[in-house]
Nanobody, 124 residues
């Protein structure tokens, strides 16, 4: 079992930045690749970014590539999402999750142990 708690969301103007954090507890955090997903009002949950267990590999949705950076600190059991050049269309609840099975990193089916989410609102 892994417990995940996201933080760092808030209200920011377009062009601004936020850094989200996802703190993990429970089973060994460093064993798991981790991902960030988001869900905008009235839409399904979509993949944002993922990082391998050793931070040696990262993956991004095309919509955030070049603007968002995923990283992790296994000593602190925390994964981060640095979001720059934010746009109103980035407004959503952002969730982190632990990747536990051999699906595509972009597929929710590969993940378990979801956090409760943190709200990001980008004003125009």
């Amino acid at each position: 079992q892994v417990q995940l708690v996201e933080s760092g969301g808030g209200l920011v103007q377009a062009g601004g930045s936020l850094r989200l954090s996802c703190a993990a507890s429970g089973r060994t955090f460093s064993n798991y690749p981790m991902g960030w997903f988001r869900q905008a009002p009235g839409k399904g949950r979509e993949f944002v970014a993922a990082i391998g267990w050793s931070a040696g590999s990262t993956h991004y949705a095309d919509s955030v590539k070049g603007r968002f950076t995923i990283s992790r600190d296994n000593a602190k059991n925390t994964v981060y999402l640095q979001m720059n050049s934010l746009k109103p269309e980035d407004t959503a609840v952002y969730y982190c999750a632990a990747y536990i099975r051999g699906e595509s990193y972009a597929s929710m089916a590969g993940y378990d142990y979801w956090g409760q989410g943190t709200q990001v609102t980008v004003s125009s």
